[in-house]
């Protein structure tokens, strides 16, 4: 197996047909502040019968909350894919300070997702620890606008989310003086801003230099990634990075958990793990099927100028003891429609180091 690859690759446009979506609730646009509270992913439903497939990260850090399962479940819609990210996420000094990434925005535009920028304006004391605030509620008047703005709006998602980019310093200060006004009313106190002020002096100057703060993040947690193993991860070998060019020479830096050369194929796996004798949870199966959008869409793909052709892996590991014969109802039929999925989009399923065909 092959360890430490530098992948590079190009990107013209997301083909994917997604068959795990769950049927997504149709809410009405006075419900909208309730539905961005209580459901993962829904359809808005707007005073012009137009409608809008809609999900919203938690964080922006996608480690929390299978942000990347809440965006999947919207991609069968045929109409705009939106996505509410907040600018920052602060817990409070107990918790954690999560920023909006770069790279996050880059792979929206990928899938072709529109995002919109939030902030939190609202959350009540954690009963657990002093310094940590919880159910955390959107300021809903800029949501409620931007989502206005997109009924009409005609350009692609790459477009509209470069142009969203320009005002995320802005809303980063917003987010800033509303946590400011939580910590005061609630008595919670939150992180400093010092780091949080620096890093908004450069969201400020604009879209270029955001994308140049992020990026170089960004290579540093790919860096990171390529040889760090999650918790959730059972792998063999070494994570590989993946460096994307897209159709206007943007770049965007991912990882493969696992990549192994066999002749001129190149496999790259995104891995998910079960402790128990069960299928890795639904929420981690379809975080990794955003990974496999991406594998196998991906063109000229070459490691130290020699071109491999792609080959996308869903990695699925158990713990000891499982057998996909013993399968409940409900995970067999997961597995048949996982099947079906690779099948309709050329991957494939490794499971516990054995395909599944």
Not at 225 to 236: I, M, R
Not at 286 to 314: C, Q, S
Request: with cysteine; glycine share 6%.
């Amino acid at each position: 197996m092959a360890t430490g690859l530098k992948i590079t690759a190009s990107i013209r446009a997301i083909k994917y047909k997604p068959l795990l979506c769950r049927q997504l609730p149709v809410v009405g646009d006075d419900e909208l502040e309730k539905a961005l509270s209580q459901h993962s992913s829904f359809l808005l439903k707007s005073a012009d019968e137009a409608n809008l497939a809609v999900s919203w990260w938690v964080s922006p850090k996608r480690t929390r909350s299978y942000p990347y399962a809440r965006v999947y479940d919207t991609l069968g819609f045929v109409g705009k894919k939106v996505t509410v990210i907040p600018a920052i996420k602060d817990e409070g000094k107990d918790g954690d300070r999560d920023f909006l990434q770069w790279d996050t925005v880059s792979l929206m535009s990928l899938l072709g997702v529109y995002v919109i920028i939030g902030y939190y304006t609202d959350a009540k004391s954690s009963a657990l620890y002093k310094h940590k605030i919880t159910s955390q509620r959107f300021s809903m008047p800029e949501i409620r606008q931007k989502i206005g703005e997109l009924l009409s709006y005609q350009s692609d998602a790459l477009h509209w989310n470069m142009s969203q980019v320009e005002h995320v310093g802005e809303i980063a200060a917003k987010a800033l003086e509303a946590y400011k006004r939580i910590s005061q009313t609630l008595g919670v106190e939150m992180h400093g801003n010092v780091t949080a002020l620096k890093r908004i002096r450069e969201l400020l100057k604009g879209k270029n230099e955001f994308m140049s703060l992020s990026r170089g993040l960004a290579e540093k947690a790919q860096k990171r990634e390529s040889v760090t193993k999650q918790p959730k991860e059972q792998l063999t070998g070494t994570k590989a990075t993946l460096t994307i060019k897209n159709y206007l020479g943007g770049y965007y830096f991912f990882t493969a958990d696992e990549a192994w050369i066999q002749g001129k194929n190149l496999y790259l796996a995104e891995g998910k793990h079960a402790r128990g004798v069960k299928l890795p949870s639904l929420g981690d199966i379809k975080d990794g099927l955003l990974k496999m959008m991406l594998f196998t869409n991906l063109e000229r793909v070459t490691i130290e100028e020699h071109t491999y052709n792609p080959i996308a892996v869903l990695k699925l590991t158990t713990g000891p003891g499982f057998t996909k014969y013993q399968l409940s109802d409900n995970q067999a039929k997961l597995l048949d429609l996982l099947r079906q999925e690779a099948k309709t989009n050329q991957f494939r399923i490794l499971l516990n180091n054995e395909f599944v065909t």
